[in-house]
């Protein structure tokens, strides 16, 4: 009974969210807003400013749960701070009624360590904690076949945290999509012993591949399958590109391709070569790769390192001048060396920079360069 009282509060709340923005400044306008509310966030030192600008229609609604939704979060563990934060970032946690709080935190307690985790977690992604409970059964459903998945538990959190949709939906929509990568990673030659974990890394990479449709996913493959690449090649793209194997579609991948062998100037067999040492160039649109190449070029490199680098495409150009400039510094010309130095993420870059101040100062590298003074 309980639970039927709380679903239908719950829809009621979902229809007031889904009211456009037109129409709920019309509301404001016509109703005051509901002083019980603002005096109860008040006394909970919330940022009601904050509320009446981005989310202003809360504060017209009745009944609200504002003492029972802040009571059952500190009985969790947060902080007045925290409970304070959190409805000020999200209002319509008032909305739930403390049976439909109580069951979200039993279920996320279902997969949350502690309940400091889950505080951390709604604090940072309060609209997928107070979800409507007409979703729950799905949640539980989906969290049942996640589990049965043997997916760490902290994945699945993270799942449920960043993308609520999946869970949300009937369970079957994922077992769709979880059934055809894992079909495509066997087929493609991958260990049966390693695709729990190669799952796992590919669902904690890119969360929202479970949304997309299956299909994209075998179509993709079928069109670098036909650019070329062999079985392992493939299952090496899959493994490298994980999650955003979704994001790309056949259309934008030949038109990049296209596009950069024509700029590149090599073979097709080159280029394969050149997208496996870099992936991100598949889902590169034309306009981003055309300005990184003639960044890379406008700062005197030459087109043949970047094909024997071509992981420098993954960076911008701002980055790219940025550690010309720093590496100009200590002595190396990026002209006339590899372009290895350059690329890689920060942590790469600082290392292979740290190196060079090493050498210098064995004055091993590049002796004849003019050196400068440490900035
Ligand atoms: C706000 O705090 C005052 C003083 O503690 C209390 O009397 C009042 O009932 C509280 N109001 C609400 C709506 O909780
Ligand atoms: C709760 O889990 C967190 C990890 O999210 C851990 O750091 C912390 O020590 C745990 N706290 C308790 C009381 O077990």
Not at 42 to 69: A, C, M
Not at 79 to 108: F, K, Y
Not at 117 to 129: C, N
Request: charged content about 20%; proline content about 5%; hydrophobic content about 40%.
């Amino acid at each position: 009974m309980l639970r039927l009282i709380a679903a239908t509060l719950c829809l009621r709340c979902q229809r007031v969210r889904a009211l456009p923005a037109n129409l709920r400044s019309c509301a404001t306008l016509s109703s005051a807003e509901n002083r019980h509310t603002v005096e109860a966030l008040y006394n909970l030192s919330v940022d009601i400013q904050k509320i009446r600008k981005l989310k202003g229609w809360v504060l017209h609604q009745s009944p609200v749960y504002v003492r029972e939704v802040a009571d059952l979060l500190k009985d969790m563990g947060a902080s007045g701070a925290i409970v304070a934060r959190i409805l000020a970032l999200h209002p319509e946690a008032i909305l739930c009624s403390p049976d439909q709080v109580r069951a979200q935190r039993e279920l996320w307690m279902s997969v949350c360590r502690n309940q400091t985790e889950l505080v951390g977690i709604i604090e940072k992604f309060p609209a997928s904690f107070f979800t409507s409970s007409s979703h729950h059964v799905n949640q539980r459903d989906n969290i049942a076949y996640f589990q049965s998945l043997h997916l760490n538990k902290r994945i699945i959190t993270k799942l449920m945290a960043s993308a609520p949709q999946s869970f949300s939906r009937p369970v079957g929509q994922n077992e769709v999509m979880v059934c055809t990568l894992q079909q495509a990673y066997l087929e493609l030659g991958g260990e049966e012993a390693n695709m729990r974990i190669w799952l796992q890394k590919l669902l904690s990479q890119n969360p929202f591949v479970l949304l997309k449709p299956p299909e994209v996913l075998r179509q993709n493959l079928l069109f670098l399958r036909d650019k070329g690449f062999t079985t392992a090649e493939l299952l090496r793209l899959l493994s490298k590109l994980r999650g955003f194997v979704t994001e790309l579609n056949p259309d934008s991948m030949r038109h990049t391709l296209a596009y950069a062998q024509d700029t590149m100037g090599c073979s097709e067999a080159e280029l394969r070569g050149i997208v496996l040492e870099c992936p991100a160039l598949l889902y590169y649109s034309e306009t981003i790769l055309a300005e990184r190449f003639q960044g890379l070029l406008g700062s005197g490199i030459r087109m043949a390192q970047i094909i024997e680098t071509p992981t420098v495409l993954e960076l911008t150009t701002q980055i790219v001048n940025y550690r010309i400039q720093r590496l100009r510094a200590h002595g190396y010309d990026i002209r006339t060396g590899s372009l290895k130095p350059l690329s890689g993420t920060k942590k790469d870059f600082e290392m292979s920079y740290g190196k060079l101040q090493l050498r210098r100062e064995r004055p091993l590298f590049n002796p004849v360069a003019p050196l400068k003074a440490d900035d």
